[in-house]
């Protein structure tokens, strides 16, 4: 008789900073009828893979709406809902993202009493995932044996052998010296993929160790999970704002939950 494989903890982790500069307020500002934080606490609260969830911030009136928000979707029976009080020395505007997930972590560990094999980061800035994105990434850490996996999307836009920069005596260069640009139509050069910002998944041992070798989060053993560009909004100024809003005011959120 075999045993039946034990279902990993994971530990979802929402940043939620008050002290936005672009869009003030951004995390509680109203998009689409409903403050911001609620669209990623919504995935995270509605993911099948995840254990237990956690928002981060300093800000007061941050914390007292997650609590409502995380009582009206409903926290799932075995599944955790942490608000996490963050030090303000972690909450100023050049504050690194890892030590306030590793401060969230350690917090969580000591009052659940457990040590969790999976860390799930995942921005506010990006409403449109949904709560089968974050389970996407979590299977695909673990069917890798990956050190973190990031939410990703193609953008051939801005091609690395496109870019040129400027040197010191005006002239244009190549940005990238290794790689020069001899192919000039776009469909002809492979793919390139960037960052949505939104879901960095995690081994525990990685975010603990902190020694990323590909950028943030980034170890030599990171896989994307490709998502289609409509939903890879990243917000960081009033346009991205309004964009995402319209977004979900279209329907694409509600479809793909569909």
Request: charged share 30%.
């Amino acid at each position: 008789m075999t045993k039946e494989k034990k279902q990993p903890h994971v530990l979802a982790i929402i940043p939620a900073r008050g002290g936005s500069k672009r869009v003030p307020r951004k995390n509680i500002k109203r998009m689409a009828g409903r403050p911001l934080i609620y669209y990623m606490l919504e995935a995270a609260l509605n993911s099948k893979s995840v254990t237990h969830v956690a928002l981060s911030s300093e800000d007061d009136a941050i914390l007292a709406t997650a609590k409502r928000l995380s009582k009206k979707i409903g926290v799932s029976k075995g599944k955790t809902f942490s608000l996490i009080k963050r030090p303000k020395r972690l909450a100023t505007d050049t504050a690194a993202t890892l030590p306030v997930v590793q401060h969230a972590l350690q917090k969580v560990e000591k009052e659940e009493g457990i040590v969790f094999d999976v860390v799930v980061l995942l921005q506010p800035n990006s409403p449109l995932i949904v709560w089968q994105d974050i389970d996407n990434t979590v299977d695909i850490l673990l069917r890798r044996n990956a050190d973190s996996v990031w939410s990703v999307y193609q953008d051939n836009a801005l091609h690395p052998v496109k870019m040129k920069k400027l040197l010191p005596d005006g002239r244009l260069a190549q940005m990238v010296p290794s790689m020069p640009e001899r192919t000039f139509r776009r469909q002809d050069l492979p793919d390139t993929y960037k960052r949505n910002g939104g879901i960095y998944t995690s081994t525990r041992d990685f975010v603990v160790r902190g020694q990323f070798k590909t950028g943030y989060f980034g170890g030599k053993n990171t896989y994307p999970y490709v998502m289609p560009e409509e939903r890879s909004v990243d917000i960081d100024t009033p346009k991205d704002f309004l964009f995402a809003e319209m977004l979900i005011q279209k329907g694409y959120r509600r479809y793909f939950l569909e």
